[in-house]
């Protein structure tokens, strides 16, 4: 016996668009973004969220792009390089490249993020990064080790080792981890980030980075721009460099005895810490009450203070008069650096 089963015709398409779904008025709103940045707004992930100052190396206040490095010695604003001989060179577009030309083991540059812990601690991190490697240590364990620090920058617990030995062979790539930070760390506050050309066998290296960020979560959201002068703002935390561009004509002043003018530098923004004056090669001419009593002088620093510095210079004058100092080359850099 044959049975015959007849069904109506359905019309997906319709059936679907009569679908219930339960997403709500903020539901449908996340439907019609049209871009990541859109949907992190609509979040409450808008916000600042990248850790990391000077992620694209856009600022060199100390002109310090494509030299080669003292062991410990800082170059674009906020990193620095562990040994001799390294170099951070500003790339076309952004990013920076950072490169050896001769081998020395656990050779590294690294940046450090302020006063963290208590933002961090335990919580889920996700560091992302565009890298590309030009000369390969060919080291395979190649790594960015992330490392606590202590308000003294004493390094402190067990690091947290990634390894990025595989990514950006043949071409840049972007690299993405999720971790969370140790937890046998003794009085932390700051973190340290690593980033090594080669590890325990000496090589050469050559790599670049660009797009560096660190965040909270579990995700790697799209890469948080910000515009030229709020990124150098947050630098001038831990660096300023006073010279002839940046800040020349009329610093008032005293004669405090007859043969020294003394006079203030304002900081742009308060420093983190008294800062240290390692780079002094500023040469300056003084006039007291209105004649010129030193011409192309060297300036000496006096005391520095997070807001201000108190300089001086050797004069030939009245004690008491007023005066006026004018920068005529050279350069005096202000670090606060951790």
């Not at 779904?21 to 859109?38: D, F, S, V, W, Y």
């Not at 799209?222 to 006073?242: D, I, K, N, Q, W």
């Not at 005391?303 to 201000?308: A, E, H, I, P």
Request: glycine residues 8%; aromatic residues 8%.
């Amino acid at each position: 016996m044959t049975v015959k089963i007849t069904k109506p015709e359905i019309n997906v398409r319709e059936q679907l668009n009569e679908l219930k779904k339960p997403t709500g008025i903020a539901g449908e709103a996340m439907l019609r973004a049209e871009t990541p940045q859109e949907q992190q707004a609509l979040i409450g992930i808008s916000g600042r969220r990248n850790f990391i100052m000077n992620g694209r190396g856009f600022i060199d206040q100390r002109g310090k792009s494509g030299a080669s490095l003292n062991a410990g010695e800082f170059s674009l604003d906020r990193w620095s390089s562990s040994t001799a001989g390294t170099t951070m060179t500003q790339l076309s577009g952004g990013g920076f490249k950072s490169a050896r030309t001769s081998g020395i083991a656990w050779s590294r540059i690294s940046h450090r993020v302020e006063d963290c812990y208590n933002a961090i601690g335990t919580n889920e991190l996700t560091i992302s990064f565009d890298i590309k490697w030009n000369t390969h240590s060919g080291n395979d364990n190649s790594m960015v080790y992330l490392r606590w620090l202590q308000d003294n920058g004493t390094e402190t617990g067990t690091a947290a080792a990634l390894d990025i030995s595989k990514t950006g062979l043949s071409s840049k790539e972007k690299f993405t981890k999720t971790f969370t930070m140790p937890s046998d760390a003794t009085n932390p506050e700051h973190l340290m980030i690593l980033f090594y050309g080669c590890n325990g066998t000496a090589s050469v290296w050559d790599f670049e980075l660009d797009n560096i960020q660190l965040e909270l979560g579990k995700v790697a959201t799209p890469f948080e721009h910000r515009s030229y002068g709020e990124e150098l703002a947050l630098c001038l935390r831990y660096c300023y460099v006073l010279d002839v561009n940046n800040d020349r004509f009329n610093f008032t002043g005293t004669n405090y005895t007859s043969s020294n003018n003394y006079f203030k530098v304002q900081y742009p923004v308060m420093m983190r810490a008294n800062p240290t004056t390692s780079v002094n090669t500023l040469t300056a001419n003084s006039y007291s009450a209105g004649a010129s009593t030193a011409s192309g002088v060297g300036v000496t620093v006096n005391n520095t203070r997070k807001l201000s510095a108190q300089l001086y210079t050797a004069i030939s004058g009245t004690a008491g008069h007023a005066s006026h100092t004018d920068i005529t080359s050279g350069q005096l850099v202000f670090n606060a650096e951790l």
